[in-house]
T-cell receptor, first 117, second 109 residues
């Protein structure tokens, strides 16, 4: 079964509103989570690295005031798309790092389809 | 800068073997991943290499040469369900994982 749960899987929102996507590690504590965005037929683009208890580190070109990330607990990170616009419509995926050094323990959530109308 | 290159598309026949190559240039290296992604779904983990050599897991094998910045994913006994995108990803410094653009594999009967 899934070890990282992402919710909602699909969401439609009106332009100008905000929408929150949750990413939960189900049976382990994840001090580090990652948020990605994927446009159709394109690669995953790393948006930000979320560290529990501290501010997220955003990749160049990602607006931190538009994509708010909160990692308030060791099992939950949230991505809030503020004042959403149609161009924000995309597939957003989170992943969680289990442990610090083990390599094959990055688990992905199921992804969230955001459609802004 | 950081760069990961892999072919855009490949086509192979059911039952055959296909090799998907990946070359990378990254700042820091803490491992290379291969993921399979079907359209509209999140990626699923296939393999992880951090040391040079070949890792075999059932029908899938992955090879890494750190000195050459090169990896490949080998798929044997291809099945129709293997039609998907295959993503090469490198975990760099700080454990950030950077993805290649993916290789779309089409398996034909």
């Amino acid at each position: 079964g899934a070890v990282v749960s992402q919710h909602p899987s699909r969401v439609i929102c009106k332009s100008g509103t905000s929408v929150k996507i949750e990413c939960r590690s189900l049976d382990f504590q994840a001090t580090t989570m990652f948020w990605y965005r994927q446009f159709p037929k394109q690669s995953l683009m790393l948006m930000a690295t979320s560290n529990e208890g501290s501010k997220a580190t955003y990749e160049q070109g990602v607006e931190k005031d538009k994509f708010l990330i909160n990692h308030a607990s060791l099992t939950l990170s949230t991505l809030t798309v503020t004042s959403a616009h149609p161009e924000d419509s995309s597939f957003y995926i989170c992943s969680a790092l289990r442990g610090q050094t083990s390599g094959n323990t990055i688990y992905f959530g199921e992804g969230s389809w955001l459609t802004v109308v | 800068g950081q760069n990961i290159d892999q072919p855009t598309e490949m086509t192979a026949t059911e039952g055959a073997i296909v090799q998907i190559n990946c070359t990378y240039q990254t700042s820091g290296f803490n491992g290379l991943f291969w993921y399979q992604q079907h359209a509209g779904e999140a990626p699923t983990f296939l393999s992880y290499n951090v040391l040079d050599g070949l890792e075999e897991k059932g029908r899938f094998s992955s090879f890494l040469s750190r000195s050459k910045g090169y990896s490949y994913l080998l798929l044997k006994e291809l099945q129709m369900k293997d039609s998907a995108s295959y993503l090469c990803a490198v975990k760099g410094g700080g454990f950030k994982t950077i993805f290649g653009a993916g290789t779309r594999l089409f398996v034909k009967a």
